[in-house]
């Protein structure tokens, strides 16, 4: 079983910068995948940014390439999401997931590849 648990979500205004940091615990074997997630009222859940730690493969959304960046701090376990340039449009509840197994690159933003899930983080953006 897995634990994950993200913090780092805050209400900034457009044009600000937020880090999203998710801390994985339990049952992590030596690779796999993990994601950032969101989702915003009345829409679905979509993939913003994942890795695969095996190889470090990175996947983005259109909406988050050249403005965010994901990275891992193996040793502890722990997920990043640095994101810039942050509009009213990235206002959303985030989530980190994780993935037992590599689905594939055109599949590391699919979220149910991932079967373990945080319980968010709230990120508002104003304008």
């Known amino acids: 079983q897995v634990q994950l648990v993200e913090s780092g979500g805050a209400s900034v205004q457009a044009g600000g910068s937020l880090r999203l940091s998710c801390a994985a615990s339990?049952?992590?074997?030596?690779?796999?995948?993990l994601g950032w997630f969101r989702q915003a009222p009345g829409k679905e859940r979509e993939g913003v940014a994942a890795?695969?730690?095996?190889?470090?493969?990175?996947q983005f959304a259109d909406s988050a390439k050249g403005r965010f960046t994901i990275s891992q701090d193996g040793a502890k376990n722990t997920l990043y999401l640095q994101m810039n340039s942050l509009t009213p449009e990235d206002t959303a509840m985030y989530y980190c997931?994780?993935?037992?197994?590599?689905?594939?690159?055109?599949?590391?933003?699919?979220?149910?590849?991932?079967?373990?899930w945080g319980q968010g983080t709230q990120v508002t953006v104003s304008s």
């Open positions: 339990g049952a992590i074997y030596s690779a796999y995948c």
């Open positions: 997931a994780l993935a037992p197994r590599y689905p594939g690159l055109s599949r590391l933003l699919v979220s149910y590849e991932y079967n373990s």
């Open positions: 890795i695969y730690t095996g190889a470090g493969i990175t």
